[in-house]
């Protein structure tokens, strides 16, 4: 991709998630995002197929990421190790993109509707996870309980994350991670 | 509340599960879910506000028993525990209603817009199970990452039973939390 696409899909991104933040999503039009990001109402179509794609449109490709790097994950590898890790992957590259998907946060935070709809967008991620897992030779319900593991790790990562903790993403996930293993493996009298 | 009460919200939720299975929950109305109960339409609104409340209605109920259940566990059990056996107890609560139970569970599962709406409920109990475990002590985000761990345990728990598992559903329970801990537990090399 030419470098001017990926600067007017970042300005896109970036403008759209300042309205969004000031504005309330739903007060916001694709003719104000396009004109803040100093560029045509089409070229906004050229990336997104409408507001709400702003917002999801990345969904499918991480799934695709977080997915594969299961599958990928060495023979020797754990299958919590391989969920943790795939994810830990697939949110380093999201959190690169810096501003624009902490403010995405907010606005999804702002929004029942909207948390609804990124709250089926997580479910179904934490299926596909298990899928793989399965694929790896996990048994349910055991690929659903590491899955749904896994994604409490990277979920509890990604929220402190866009709270701005000043963390490497890799640190919050090993963090998160520990967490969990102290909590669960630590057996009652 | 006397006897015949509760065999009326009885007959009307058995009712309601077996039209909304057999005909989908759409296609449904109110009068045909009382007809079915053998009672007139207003004595469905003397229990439940619309349609919708014979799905979740229970909702609220099933929070308030989890949120005093964490509370009340003896001082010494950890967190973990303290959620999961609270889940527990108003689970096995909930699976003693036996088959309307199960068929709403099959009736969730069927509709996408039944779906969000349960995730959402189940991510509200998520939130209150963490803020009940951070009265006890427990900070955040490890708050968070346990009540996760424990909601994984009991929906994995809890849709075994649905799916037909005849064990009891404490055993259940017992069983999804044994593979959670073997799996996360267990250290990469």
Not at 117 to 141: C, D, M, N, Y
Request: aromatic share 8%.
């Amino acid at each position: 991709m030419p470098r001017w696409d990926a600067d007017a899909e970042g300005r896109l991104l970036k403008a759209a998630m300042e309205l969004f933040v000031d504005r309330g999503y739903d007060q916001v039009t694709v003719a104000e995002i396009a004109e803040r990001a100093g560029l045509k109402k089409r070229s906004f179509f050229r990336y997104f197929a409408d507001k709400r794609e702003v917002l999801f449109g990345g969904s499918p490709a991480f799934e695709q990421a977080v997915v594969a790097g299961v599958l990928q994950a060495p023979e020797a590898t754990p299958p919590l190790d391989a969920a943790v890790m795939s994810l830990a992957a697939a949110g380093a590259e999201l959190t690169s993109w810096g501003e624009p998907v902490r403010l995405r946060q907010q606005v999804i935070t702002s929004s029942p509707e909207l948390r609804e709809r990124e709250l089926t967008k997580l479910a179904s991620l934490t299926t596909q996870v298990a899928h793989a897992l399965e694929r790896r030779g996990v048994e349910e319900p055991t690929a659903s309980l590491i899955a749904q593991a896994g994604m409490a790790v990277f979920t509890t990562a990604f929220e402190l994350w866009a709270a701005a903790d000043t963390r490497n993403f890799h640190d919050l996930i090993h963090d998160s991670l520990e967490r969990l293993r102290t909590a669960i493996c630590r057996r009652s009298g």
